[in-house]
Antibody
């Protein structure tokens, strides 16, 4: 069955960096665009970044552009999110999610369980 | 960016009730709208995509409608497991955006 498993979260000081991972199984990873979505404590959902099937195209939310880097390794069935210059407002549960693959539009049909990033001194 | 506005922000209802949640986009998004259910401590779960298509495995008491800027999610007969927070999401353009959420509570 389809599984997505995030890791790498934790407590980190402002200004520091962190790398999140999303390991997947149960589907052909290289055939899917993949996404990061985050949720601050008690708040709603915020799309963060997307990477195309082969990693050639990447897009970011304005709130993270220039600080976050999305990447993937199709040989390892794993996606990454490198987070730098962390701010208090980056504190959130970070989810990886798979694209449902409806032509011309985007919805998330499978999600990981999330990994919590807490930015605090 | 496309702004998504849900109403109401919260609603109280009883088991067996019919409930409708609405979502308005700040510009025309055709039919490119999805609905998600999220329970505390869990990841969201896709219910409806492309405004009215029921995702595999989702009970038929959930339905979606709308196009352009105005959309709705209806639960025809509330079950105990339906009490959760619901989010709409536009799939029309990047940046993808979500509504602020509607919390469905037990009356």
């Amino acid at each position: 069955q389809v599984q997505l498993l995030e890791s790498g979260g934790g407590v980190v000081q402002p200004g520091r960096s962190l790398r999140l991972s999303c390991a997947v199984s149960g589907f052909i990873f290289r055939s899917y665009a993949m996404y990061w979505v985050r949720q601050a404590p008690g708040k709603g959902l915020e799309w963060v970044a997307v990477i195309s099937e082969h990693g050639n195209d990447k897009y970011y939310a304005n709130s993270v552009k220039g600080r976050f880097t999305i990447s993937r390794d199709n040989s390892k069935n794993t996606m990454y999110l490198e987070i730098s210059s962390l701010r208090a407002e980056d504190t959130a549960v970070y989810y990886c999610a798979r694209d449902l693959r409806v032509t011309g539009t985007v919805y998330f049909d499978f999600w990981g369980q999330g990994t919590l990033v807490t930015v605090s001194s | 960016d496309i702004q998504m506005t849900q109403s109401p922000s919260s609603v109280s209802a009883s088991v067996g009730d019919r409930v409708t949640i609405t979502c308005r986009a700040s510009q025309d998004i055709d039919r490119w709208l999805g609905w998600y259910q999220q329970k505390p401590g869990k990841a969201p779960n896709l219910l409806i995509y492309a405004a009215s298509n029921l995702q595999s495995g989702v009970p038929s008491r959930f339905s979606g409608s709308g196009s352009g800027t105005d959309f709705s999610l209806t639960i025809s007969s509330l079950q105990p497991e339906d009490f959760a927070t619901y989010y709409c999401q536009q799939g029309y353009s990047v940046p993808l955006t979500f509504g602020q959420g509607t919390r469905l509570e037990i009356k």
